[in-house]
C-alpha cells in the first residue's frame, strides 16, 4: 500500500501520515512548506518527502509515481487568507487540484481522497448540515473548494478512479499551531498559556461542531479504502457545543487563571453549526469517537510543549 499525501507537512496531513505509517503505508509528501512544518513529520523516517508545489506538474509527476492512493490536503487554507489573496487560493485550490487529478489519471491512482471544507454552504439555513443543504459559498475559499470538489468529482464519472471529497467542519488536535489564519481552539489554548485573556464576540453561545483530528484520519482512511465509494460527505462529530461550553471545558483541562473579554458579535460569523454525519457512516462506517474533554486534554498537553519549545527558542 503506497500514498500520496499532499499538503502532508500541515496539521491535518501530518496526522494521517502518522497514521499510515503506523499502519504499515508507504507514504510520499508533497508539500511547499507554505503553511506546513517539515518537523511535523519528525519521528516518521520512513515517509519520503518531497519538497514541492501542486501546481507543478513535475513535481507531481514524481511524487505519485507508484502510489495508489492519494490524500489529497494541500491547499490555500481559510476565508481570509482567500480574501487577502483571491488569486492564489484559485490557482492552488481549483488549478493545483486538477493538476494532481490529471498526474493521478495518468499514473492509475484507483483513489483520491480530497479534503473539502463546510465552508461550501456558506451561510447556513438548517441545522444539522446534510450534504444536500443549499451550497452558496460566501468567499473565494468555499468557491474554490466546491470547485475542486466538482473537478475532482467530473474526474470519478469520466476516468473510472474512485474520488471522495470530505467536508470537514472545524477541526481541531495535535500540530493545529496559533497563526494569523488560525481558528478558535488553538487561538484561546495559545493565549492562556501565554497568560493573555481571551476574547469571546457576542454573548458565547454560538455553537460549532469541533470534530478531532484523530476522527478525521480514521475518516480518510476508512474512505481510502472502502472500495467503490465515489462523492461528497459531511466530516464533523455530529454534536455542536457553544463557545462558552468550549471555555468550561478549557476550564476543566487546563490548571491556567481563564481571563475571558466579551466583545460584540462579528457581522459575519454563523450562530450556529452542526454536520448531519449519516451518509459517511453509511458509505464507508465513519463513526467519531473522540469526545471533547479526551480532545481538549490531548491537545493541550501537545500545545504545552510546543509552547515551552517556543518560548525557550525566543523570537525569530
Ligand atoms: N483545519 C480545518 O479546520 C479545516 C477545515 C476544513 C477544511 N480543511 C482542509 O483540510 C486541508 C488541510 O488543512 P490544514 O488545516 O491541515 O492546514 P495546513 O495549512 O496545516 O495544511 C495545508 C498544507 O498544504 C501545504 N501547501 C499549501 N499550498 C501548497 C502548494 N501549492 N503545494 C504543496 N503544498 C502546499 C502547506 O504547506 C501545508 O502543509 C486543506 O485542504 C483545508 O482546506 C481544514
Request: aromatic content about 8%; some cysteine.
Amino acid at each position: 500500500m503506497k500514498a500520496l499525501v499532499t499538503g502532508g507537512a500541515g496539521f491535518i496531513g501530518s496526522n494521517i501520515c502518522r497514521q499510515l505509517v503506523g499502519d504499515g503505508w508507504s507514504v510520499t509528501v508533497l508539500d511547499n512548506l507554505m503553511s506546513g512544518y517539515r518537523h511535523n513529520l519528525d519521528g516518521l523516517p520512513g515517509v519520503r518527502f518531497v519538497e514541492g508545489d501542486i501546481r507543478d506538474p513535475l513535481a507531481v509527476a514524481d511524487a505519485i509515481e507508484g502510489c495508489g492512493t492519494v490524500f489529497h490536503l494541500a491547499a490555500s487554507v481559510g476565508n481570509k487568507r482567500s480574501v487577502d489573496d483571491p488569486v492564489g487560493d484559485a490557482e492552488i485550490n481549483l488549478l493545483g487540484t486538477i493538476r494532481v487529478l490529471e498526474a493521478a489519471r495518468k499514473a492509475g491512482v484507483g483513489k483520491v481522497v480530497i479534503s473539502s471544507s463546510a465552508a461550501i454552504f456558506g451561510e447556513l439555513k438548517t441545522l444539522p448540515i446534510a450534504e444536500d443543504h443549499p451550497i452558496d459559498p460566501d468567499s473565494p475559499y468555499g468557491v474554490s473548494k466546491l470547485a475542486a470538489e466538482r473537478v475532482g468529482l467530473a474526474y470519478a464519472k469520466l476516468h473510472g478512479m474512485a474520488v471522495v471529497c470530505l467536508r470537514y467542519f472545524n477541526v481541531y488536535g495535535p500540530h493545529q499551531r496559533f497563526d494569523a489564519y488560525g481558528n478558535v481552539i488553538p487561538i484561546f489554548v495559545f493565549r492562556i498559556l501565554a497568560g493573555e485573556p481571551i476574547t469571546i464576540f457576542g454573548d458565547g453561545e454560538q455553537t460549532r461542531d469541533f470534530v478531532n483530528v484523530r476522527d478525521v484520519v480514521q475518516a480518510n482512511l476508512k474512505a481510502a479504502t472502502a472500495k467503490g465509494v465515489s462523492g461528497a460527505f459531511n466530516t464533523g462529530s455530529g454534536s455542536r457545543i457553544s463557545i462558552n461550553a468550549l471555555v468550561a471545558t478549557l476550564r476543566s483541562v487546563m490548571p491556567e487563571r481563564i481571563e475571558v473579554i466579551h466583545t460584540d458579535p462579528r457581522p459575519f460569523d454563523v450562530r450556529d453549526s452542526l454536520a448531519d454525519i449519516g451518509a459517511a457512516s453509511r458509505a464507508f462506517g465513519y463513526q467519531p469517537a473522540v469526545g471533547m474533554t479526551d480532545g481538549l486534554n490531548e491537545y493541550t498537553e501537545w500545545a504545552r510543549k510546543e509552547h515551552e519549545a517556543t518560548s525557550a527558542a525566543g523570537p525569530g
